[in-house]
């Protein structure tokens, strides 16, 4: 099949033999599921606990689809393309690069094919001069802002990282690839790469303060135990 459905509270794109999966994760929350692959898979590595129930709004057309979820709405184009908007103030948060013309490739995702059923997988944002990004767990480059940074997707002495940031634009974005790779905060492209993964996997949730993403992140990942008495 090509083009769009809705599998109940899912939406679901297929074209050239990619199938991608944008679904409601938690409040104001979308995961996003990719791959070249017959399925996708569900028996792999996550850091989302099973969101809570919510009812998003799905809209298809022949040239567009959009999934809604409280404060975020995501748009797939006829070619592939996601952008991710404030549905309350209609801002964009984020957008994939486009397939550039006349050849088409890069695509906004990737994919080259490894041993057993692993891709190389990358995934590719338009960037912004104005964007800071924050979080990534900790790492030894001196800088609060990582805007220009290239980030080591694996732990080293000292280096603990989490692929998860807060973008100053108001979003938060949670890589959900257990994979080594990397990230690039350049100024003309941000670039997420997993070496070797099963699918491309990230969760987006939009907040009107770093506090309120923050509650998002914790609620799809899990809140820490309290000290004991």
Not at 186 to 200: C, I, M, P
């Amino acid at each position: 099949m090509q083009g769009f459905r809705q599998d109940g509270n899912a939406l679901i794109f297929e074209l050239n033999h990619e199938t991608v999966r944008i679904e409601p994760w938690g409040r104001d929350s979308l995961r996003v599921r990719a791959s070249i692959a017959p399925h996708l898979s569900e028996n792999v590595y996550s850091a989302l606990l099973e969101p809570a129930a919510t009812q998003p709004v799905i809209e298809i057309t022949e040239q567009l689809a959009t999934i809604r979820n409280g404060d975020i709405q995501a748009e797939i184009s006829a070619t592939g393309r996601i952008r991710f908007i404030h549905a309350a103030k209609g801002k964009e948060l984020l957008c994939e690069e486009e397939h550039r013309l006349p050849y088409g490739w890069p695509a906004p995702r990737t994919y080259r094919t490894l041993a057993g059923d692993a891709f190389h997988i990358e995934v590719r944002f338009l960037a912004r001069d104005d964007e800071h990004f924050y979080g990534l767990g900790q790492q030894q480059h001196g800088r609060l802002d990582h805007k220009g940074c290239v980030i080591e997707l694996m732990h080293h002495n000292t280096q603990a990282t989490i692929p998860w940031l807060i973008s100053s634009r108001g979003y938060g974005f949670l890589w959900n690839n257990p994979s080594v790779g990397r990230v690039q905060l350049g100024h003309d492209r941000t670039l997420w790469v997993a070496e070797s993964a099963a699918q491309v996997d990230y969760w987006i949730t939009v907040g009107d303060t770093p506090a309120r993403i923050l509650e998002n992140y914790v609620d799809a990942t899990g809140h820490t135990p309290p000290f004991p008495e």
